[in-house]
């Protein structure tokens, strides 16, 4: 219960620190603060973490070089290889939902339906990728952005698919978890191609909290279908 207590102090205390980056325009504690969300929460859940396995470990250390190198996006290309660490970390996510899906429990209308949801984002992805090229410098940039952005559609993917076929308390974990990533970082680009504005700003630190939360619970659920699997 203290434990517990102690978690969400810090996570009040990293989200006015966050806040207070923004307001002041202090970039490095723009960041830190997320990094930290990633420590509370580990900390939160510590007594479980035993579930821990390869992949939330892969996808956490790639998570926080990318981080840790976004201090110094602006020397040399180390903002290009955050976004491509950031972009790679989603790999290990998709990996592990995969290793969940019982596509034997979706019906054809699931099926059908899931097709066209992976049609519509395929689509959007690349509307979205064409109309940033006007932003973007350089093929090589432009290339990690288009791995970058067709990974976040992936990611998506296999979390409506898991879901679809699962209908458990961990894939609503996961797909909650992709939601928020998805959103964050379009939220993110939103400030970084378009315009800044502290309210989308703030959403984005908020969601991305909430995101590192998501993580832990869904590595720490075990796999348990829900009454709505009688439906399908």
Not at 32 to 54: D, P, Q, T, V, W
Not at 153 to 178: D, E, P, Q
Request: proline share 0%.
């Amino acid at each position: 219960m203290k434990l517990r207590i102690i978690c969400a102090i810090g996570f009040l205390a990293l989200l006015i620190a966050n806040i207070y980056a923004l307001i002041a325009n202090i970039f490095w504690l723009d960041i830190l603060s997320h990094i930290g969300y990633f420590f509370i929460a580990f900390l939160l859940f510590i007594h479980k973490r035993e579930a821990y396995n390869f992949y939330f470990y892969l996808f956490l250390g790639l998570t926080l070089i990318a981080y840790f190198l976004g201090l110094f996006a602006n020397f040399w290309v180390l903002g290009e290889i955050a976004l491509l660490l950031q972009a790679i970390s989603y790999l290990p996510l998709i990996m592990e939902a995969t290793k969940h899906f019982k596509l034997k429990n979706m019906s054809y209308f699931m099926i059908i339906y899931l097709f066209s949801i992976v049609a519509l984002n395929t689509y959007l992805i690349l509307l979205h990728i064409n109309e940033m090229k006007s932003y973007i410098s350089g093929d090589v940039t432009t290339t990690i952005y288009t791995f970058y952005y067709l990974n976040l559609g992936a990611l998506g993917i296999t979390a409506m698919v898991y879901y679809l076929s699962s209908f458990s308390r961990k894939s609503m974990f996961f797909i909650s978890l992709a939601i928020s990533i998805i959103f964050a970082n379009v939220l993110r680009d939103m400030g970084v191609f378009y315009f800044k504005d502290i309210s989308v700003e703030i959403s984005e630190s908020i969601i991305r909290m909430g995101s590192a939360l998501f993580l832990v619970l869904f590595f720490t659920t075990a796999e348990r279908s829900l009454k709505l699997d009688n439906f399908t």
